[in-house]
């Protein structure tokens, strides 16, 4: 699923629409997450963000896809945080970076 | 909540543990969770990040403690993303504002 | 400078009115300018963000601020990114955090 | 330089290397920089990021060989925080759109 050429991204993204005239963003986000199924990658909307994950050129796409899509809504200026993560230490399998990390401090709590 | 000194505050942070020589961060992040329960804000661990919310003071407070208590534990360094929202054009009923935000984007999306 | 009670921070942030109705925030970044130059503490603007450093304390209330003056200028909602550091392993001269860590990647650089 | 496939990006990214068992980042952070020249894109260090813009595409195949690079360098995991924005409304001339946001704020403050 990932090369050295394209690694494994393991990402979280908040898309902000700006100029908008109205402080709801939740139709663009609403367009996002159409753009997200299309994309066939695994993501999850989060309460500040949208969980997404891999191939990083694929993830990357997918978030370029979105700005146009919220363009094309009629927001004429977008600003977005990700937060994006690789490793080399151990293969993830396609589609549970995110899950599993939450998994994990589960277990831990859970001691 | 909140005051004209103290806005209420609608966050998501992901910290990041530095120089400790192993990748694994879920213990360090299992210590933030039991600052949380301890702050009485209301929280929820995602997967990369961890939704916070309150008066701006006390999640300012909160995350710095857990910068506190992941340094306790051997990290020499620490880098910390957070994603803020505040909002003047309505009130934010305390504890609810990021569940708000996934609720208004699926009923759009069920419509 | 900082105690174990309030962390020295060494961090940067991207503060975006929304619902302003025009895709430009030049005048709601300029007042932000104003509020960081009252507060005394070491800032600097930057292309895509603004370095700020100082007690974990006064960072937050700082920015806190830059809240409330743009609420006041007329954005209704506001969303910041901000990125925040702290370290235990050596202490960092007051307002010296960004630069140094500038500095030591252009030495490198240089050889 | 930019198309409806490829939108223009101004952006800045924050890379951090986790797992190294040392808290200083330079030697790393000086390593994107000899990637980022190669890309030919426009970037400039800043004390928490690196500014960066170009074609979207671009953008974000820089970084992800900085993630490469830095893995080669021996750091298991990255971590990185990416802010980036696009507009509609107007052309960027390339390799402007950072300078020109730092320009605005300062005219508007020297009134």
């Known amino acids: 699923m990932s090369t050295s050429d394209d690694l494994y991204a393991v990402a979280d993204f908040c898309l902000i629409p700006m100029g908008t005239g109205e402080p709801s963003v939740a139709g663009y986000i609403a367009e996002c997450q159409r753009i997200l199924e299309k994309?066939?990658?695994?993501?999850?909307?989060?309460?500040?963000?949208?969980?997404?994950?891999?191939?990083?050129?694929?993830?990357?796409?997918?978030?370029?896809?979105?700005?146009?899509?919220?363009?094309?809504?009629?927001?004429?200026?977008?600003?977005?945080?990700?937060?994006?993560?690789?490793?080399?230490?151990?293969?993830?399998?396609?589609?549970?970076g995110n899950e599993a990390k939450v998994k994990r401090v589960e277990e831990i709590l859970s001691k």
Chains 1, 2, 3, 4 share one sequence.
Not at 41 to 46: F, G, S
Not at 49 to 77: F, M, Y
């Open 39 to 96: 994309s066939g990658l695994k993501y999850k909307v989060c309460g500040y963000g949208t969980n997404l994950e891999g191939p990083w050129s694929e993830v990357s796409k997918a978030i370029h896809d979105c700005h146009l899509a919220v363009h094309a809504q009629g927001a004429p200026r977008i600003a977005t945080d990700i937060r994006i993560g690789t490793r080399t230490d151990r293969e993830i399998a396609p589609g549970t």
